[in-house]
């Protein structure tokens, strides 16, 4: 049921008429059905040539595999290599456990909803990654990945920048594994106690797939998030925003759908402190109107200053709304107090 049109040139040029019983359309392409895995495809299906004059009428009508043409071949290859560096980390990421159990046998993949911590946290915490902490001041640093998650970690807990010289803080996620099979987290509270991810708050089960796999995801990657900020406070979206600008440091594509204003100024007024200028040029906003009926992509530019030429009025105005509410009401009320 599904077809791969090659240009016939090339397709002679590579026998596919030498092996093949095709023909050439109108526009001189050959249409031939293809097999799917996943997305992709990964051979023909089609007559062989046959040149033998006692080959039966029924051996003539039957389809046999071929492979795809070299240069097709490897550029089925080169894509299949770069879609496994697309992270995709769902709304919906999977709640705490006070104890996973992980099998022995074979890891889960990266999937979306974060269950692939306990594997990644358990095998993974000495793996050399290249990143950028929250004191980075525009350099990246290459480390484990356990001292990164961990100064993130402190980071998004305290609003506490460590410099060089205070980096011990595996203390911040402690992971307890019985026989490699039953593994338990400890995470560090506001209060410095140690709790299990369990007793934790919610907020901190839906961050840590977004630390962890965007950490261990290797530069060129890119990272697709939707709705980070969910069970968050204000704070803790301002410097998760602080993170994502990391990671764009570190060469990956951070891709996010938000409805948070908070994550939408702070990415503003972070471009606005930014004297380079790089993260105004290499950022933008993008939002979904609807015109005339149909869906609209409209691509807000951020300026050097952090202004957004051409704000929709529709687009995240509540805040503002708001404190411009609250100054009128505020005003009536003085004065009506001085006219008493």
Known sequence: SYMIEIPGDYFGFSNGFTMMDVEESESGNVMIPT??????????????????????????EEFSYFPLPPLIREAMTDLAEQLNHIH????????????YMTNLDSAPSLDSAGDFLPYVLRDARNTQIVYAPPDHHGKISHGKLSTALGQWLHYLRTGEKLDGSELAVDGE????????????FVLQSFGGELHALADSGFGYSQVLPILVRSL??????????????????PALQ???????VALALCRKVVLIETHSEHIVNALRV??????????SES????FLDTEYGY????????????????????FMGEALSLSARLLRAQGQSRGKTSEK
């Open 238 to 244: 301002v410097r998760l925003v602080e993170f994502l």
């Open 295 to 314: 869906p609209v992509v409209k691509n807000l530019e951020i300026q050097e200053d952090g202004t957004v030429p051409e704000w929709p009025r529709q």
């Open 216 to 233: 261990i995801a290797r530069p060129d990657s890119l990272i697709a998030i939707e709705q980070p900020e969910l069970h968050l406070n």
């Open 270 to 279: 972070l471009a606005a402190e930014d004297q380079s200028n790089v993260l």
């Open 88 to 99: 995709y980390i769902g709304p919906l990421r999977s709640p705490a456990k006070r104890y």
């Open 35 to 60: 097999f799917i895995k996943g997305l992709l495809p990964i051979g023909l299906w089609a007559k062989p040539k046959r040149g033998d004059e006692a080959v039966s009428s029924e051996q003539r």
């Open 283 to 286: 950022s933008s906003i993008y």
């Open 173 to 184: 996620i402690g992971v307890a594994s019985t026989k490699d099979v039953l593994v338990e």
